[in-house]
């Protein structure tokens, strides 16, 4: 028997929650309790599709019409499925939101029965994590985001592409109305994040464009400030967790790659999966014996966290992990001055000797409690300080009038892009996310004694070697840069791809990110990316292009001179 599925495109919500349908009259109730419904069926509608398909395939034309079901499609906020399984509940698997209809039934049921059945997915589908949601995607956000996307499915899409509808969430940070009017806000797991400030004279609020906007320059400002003065940034969107309990280092041994940091430091170690494949990046910090601070990504909070909880119940671990990602706020302060501005504010030493890079301490900054990280995604001189999310705004400003002196700034996520690019740091999503870390550069520690997930893949990944290399390229292009996903070509051909990019501030050209085949990874290889329909030539260079403070320091006490 053949079964011949016709699928009719109705809006995916109707004008308004508690309406009637234009189809049956019937009250539609999709909010809040939306039963699957369905429409009364009217073929006269797609009649000509019908006769169309007829046309192409003629044994349809004998084909009987045995049933009609006319039903909403399904939509998520960002018009993308859901697939996967979702945190908080063990074992919940999910596949929804399909905007396109049954057209991705069979590669997605294939998808998610290998990730089942496997451990772990057969390849990168992230953007589909389920886990993307969390308590802040109300059904109220749900609603109006599903039409918003719906009446953007045909418009351009442009980088760095914003969209309004649903904003701010309930999910705001301490300090969302002290630098609402100041700057454009991007939007970062129901977080409202600066990605730029203004200042007088600036062309400013969002002005998409393939090309640099109005951004650009204030983007430059803001690098500047932190490279050459110092700069405060609201990076609350961290997603962060406590573990702790008897069974706790035994919990993270088994989960990451890396060392277990002594008690007061602090590293940066990823979870890979049974294949050996990067899971995510995290901070790891040592707080007191046994508890640990966790810090992640905006976007990869309940991704992590699943994994996390899934290991601790599979293998009975005693340990107990607590989400603290609302409750707490944290401010990023970074730049040649940062020391000399924090020192204003505690008694607690922060000479480099006694406060370490990579190390954590619990300290008062002007009577306001905070876990203090020495570590910046920027590369420079940096501090992270964790507080009640009820102190940001207090924090923010005893740190700002602290900083008179030495000229202290905002700095938002698109210069702390900037900065950590050139710094050659790794993004989780971009460059490290389900490849393996050998593939994309990354710090190894298999030597461990601990059996980390995906030790043993790792072992035979490096045994056999790789096709594909994570390279360092620079470019000349004309006011553009790359975004990631962009061809990278050689002798006609197109042979990878573009992982992230950006505006070099300080050397003045583009770089990026690139997977290439390992025989054109080598620094001098002649290269293109693609932008914009032309192809611009590149060249692999050393990483990186500018060196983070900590090996600028390394290179002036042994008396060499540095890169910058
Ligand atoms: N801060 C905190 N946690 C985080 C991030 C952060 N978790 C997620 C993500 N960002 C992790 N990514 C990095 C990547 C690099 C560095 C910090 C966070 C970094 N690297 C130095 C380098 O490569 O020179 C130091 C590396 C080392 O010596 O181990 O600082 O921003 N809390």
Known sequence: MCIIYFAIYLSPLPPSCGSFSPLTSRPISLLPCFGKELFESDLDRIMDHIEAAMAMVPVLKQADIINIVAGPITYSPDILPMVGPHQGVRNYWVAIGFGYGIIHAGGVGKYLSDWILGGEPPFDLIELDPNRYGKWS?????????????????????????????????????????????????????????????????????????GRTNWFEPVGREYKQVMEKVGVIDLTPFGKFIVKGNDSVKLLDHLFANVIPKVGATNISHMLTPRGQVYAELTISHLSPGEFLLVTGSGSELHDLRWIEEEALKGGYNVEIKNITDEMGVLGIAGPFARKVLQKLTIEDLSDSAFKFLQSRHIKLSDIAATAIRISYSGELGWELYHRKE????????????????????????????????????????EDCESDPELVGLKLFVLLPADFIGKQALKQIKEKGLKRRLVYLTLETANADPEGNESVWHNGRVVGNTTSGNYSYSTQQSLAF???????????????????????????????????????????????????
């Open 138 to 210: 109300t059904t109220q956000y749900t609603a109006t985001k599903a039409r918003e996307s719906y009446g953007f499915n045909n418009i351009v899409g442009y980088p760095k592409e914003e969209r309004f509808a649903g904003r701010p969430t309930e999910r705001v940070s301490g300090l969302y109305e002290v630098l609402k009017s100041k700057c454009s806000m991007g939007f970062h797991a129901g977080w409202e994040q600066p990605h730029w400030f203004y200042k007088p004279g600036d062309d400013i609020g969002y002005k998409p464009s393939f």
């Open 514 to 564: 690139a997977y290439v085949p390992t025989e054109l990874s080598k620094v001098g290889q002649k290269l293109e990316v693609e932008l914009l329909g032309k192809n611009y030539s590149a060249t692999i260079v050393e990483e990186p292009l500018v060196l983070t403070e900590q090996t600028r320091t390394r290179f002036q006490k042994k008396g060499g001179s540095a890169k910058v």
């Open 391 to 430: 102190d940001s705004a207090i924090l923010y400003n005893v740190i700002m009038e602290a900083g008179q002196e030495e000229g202290i700034d905002d700095f938002g996520t698109y210069a702390l892009n900037a900065l950590r690019l050139e710094k050659a740091f790794r993004a989780w999503g971009a």
